[in-house]
């Protein structure tokens, strides 16, 4: 188990630029390379898998390739022996195949059992199916205590979108969280109470909803715990929640949503955050071409579209679902991506937090669902473009320690470059207008 442990860490899969992944090659290789004996025409791990069928057609690698499961070929490609029903012949292979070759592993036992049972093998070298994993959910979990209902929902977007929210009357969760603006602002910096700069770009709350930690710091958990921050904060609305307390209770309409939607409950800071929050958990965007194609249509995306995908996905080539993961393309996790402003201590990001030194610098990968709409990018705004971020990464980060481990120059070329950037732009969800409730926006205006 050793020795076949290494042999996949020691195997490096030939790459060229107009390869498609997965490539079943690699997979068969993989395959021979593991010595899987039961499945070779002598049992001795000669020959391979495709001609051995015919002679037992009882394994489970038949039964399992038969359904084209991809869940339960993962399983057994994983776990092997250790599973039942499985001959404990059947070497478990662990979990040191990287993402890319086990989508290869799984293509080829596919492939060859399509060739062996007469089909013809698919025509696109891109099978969604293998790709399943990045399909996002329709709903996100919710707190027990905060449990969505249509009144719920309905009286956070009131909130989300008025004004009131904020000392002057003119500020509300969309100024810097726009609809209109891919639920961000525009800006490279977030302006807040008279004109105040922050210090950092106000992020999409497009799929928020499916974050483990909210805020670049990830200094917030939850929807409902972030909701206080910009409101008190003097630089954004600037609005101690008992005057807002105050503003609600001078407006019936509120008075009735709130009694409707939390009976027996007070309506305060704390209701008003859980509202919100129930409202930021129907902001789920997946209806992008990226989306699309994952349903089976394949015409989704165009063919450049796909070759970025593939740059994307490849840990040789674009190397961005190591942190860009599925499904909500984060980890959920903090890196210092190395900008020229990461090694400086102005923003010391997740380390203000959590001061290990692993963190310095680091900020939550963003979601990036979306992405074309959001410009500027990073942190601090600092990249105007798709094709300046895609840049930075070329460009690979000055070595300061305390660059991401996974963060490494990567190596495409002009044309795969410019795929990357389509392939980004295949992550925009097709979505009806937004109906945002309308209220005026300067000081004593007639909303009360
Ligand atoms: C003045 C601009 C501004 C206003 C107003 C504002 N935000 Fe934000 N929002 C930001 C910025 C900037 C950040 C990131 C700050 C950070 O990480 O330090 C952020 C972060 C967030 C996040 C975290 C998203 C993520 O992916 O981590 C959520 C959710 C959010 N805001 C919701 C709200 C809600 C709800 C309101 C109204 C109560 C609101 N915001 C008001 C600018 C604003
Ligand atoms: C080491 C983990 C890591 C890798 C690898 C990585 N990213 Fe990122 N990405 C991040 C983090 C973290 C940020 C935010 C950094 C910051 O602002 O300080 C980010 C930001 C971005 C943004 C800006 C999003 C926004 O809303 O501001 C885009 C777009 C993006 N990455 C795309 C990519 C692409 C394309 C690749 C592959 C070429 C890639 N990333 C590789 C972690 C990573």
């Known amino acids: 188990m050793v020795q076949l442990t290494l042999l996949v860490v020691l195997f ?8 498609t992944a997965p490539d079943p090659s690699v997979g068969a290789q993989l395959f021979r ?8 025409k002598l049992g001795m791990g000669e020959g391979y898998l ?3 069928i015919p002679d037992y057609p009882t394994t489970n690698l038949v039964n399992t390739s038969n359904t084209g499961d991809r869940d339960r070929i993962l399983e057994v490609v994983r776990y092997g022996g250790s599973l039942t029903g499985i001959s404990t012949y059947m070497p478990p292979w662990g979990d040191e195949l990287r993402p890319s070759e086990i989508r290869s592993v799984i293509r080829f036992i596919r492939r060859i059992r399509k060739q062996d049972s007469g089909t013809a093998v698919a025509g696109s070298p891109m099978d969604s199916a293998d790709y399943r994993e990045w399909r996002l959910p329709t709903q996100a979990d919710e707190p027990e205590y905060n449990r969505s209902t249509a009144e719920r929902v309905a009286l956070g977007k009131q909130l989300f979108f008025d004004p009131m929210m904020s000392k002057d009357r003119d500020i509300s969760c969309a100024s810097c969280h726009d609809p209109a603006k891919g639920w961000s602002d525009g800006l490279a910096v977030g302006v807040g109470h008279r004109g105040a700069l922050l210090t950092r770009a106000s992020p999409s ?3 928020s909803a499916f974050n483990k930690i909210q805020m670049w710091d990830g200094r917030f958990r939850t929807l409902e715990d972030q909701v206080r921050g910009p409101i008190e904060s003097p630089t954004e609305m600037n609005l101690d929640p008992a005057i807002l307390e105050e503003r609600l209770n001078e407006r019936p309409e509120y008075i009735a949503a709130f009694a409707q939607s939390y009976p027996g409950e007070p309506m305060n800071i704390d209701t008003i955050a859980k509202a919100i929050a129930a409202f930021e958990r129907t902001v789920i965007h997946r209806n992008s071409p990226f989306d699309q194609w994952l349903d089976g249509d ?5 063919e450049a579209q796909l070759r970025g995908m593939d740059v994307f996905m ?3 080539k674009g190397h961005c679902a190591v942190c860009h993961s599925a499904p909500n393309f984060t980890d959920n996790g903090f890196h210092n991506v190395g900008l020229d402003q990461q090694t400086t201590d102005e923003d010391v990001g997740r380390y203000k937090i959590k001061p290990i030194k692993e963190v310095w610098g680091a900020f939550k990968t963003p979601i990036i669902r979306d992405v074309a709409l959001t410009a500027p990018y990073f942190h601090d705004g600092s990249a105007a473009t798709l094709s300046d971020v895609i840049a930075h990464y070329r460009k690979g980060s000055s070595p300061v320690e305390q660059v991401s481990l996974n963060m490494k120059a990567i190596t495409i070329s002009d044309q795969e470059a410019s795929d990357l950037e389509q392939f980004l732009h295949a992550l925009t969800s097709e979505e009806a207008p937004f109906e ?5 926006t300067f000081a004593g205006s007639a909303v009360d």
């Open 33 to 40: 390379d593991n010595g899987v004996l039961c499945h070779s």
């Open 50 to 52: 495709a001609m051995a």
């Open 436 to 440: 945002a409730p309308v209220y005026q």
């Open 314 to 316: 490849d840990e040789d």
């Open 12 to 19: 490096v899969p030939p790459t060229s630029a107009s390869e």
């Open 298 to 302: 394949t015409a989704a995306m165009s």
């Open 205 to 207: 709350i497009i799929n």
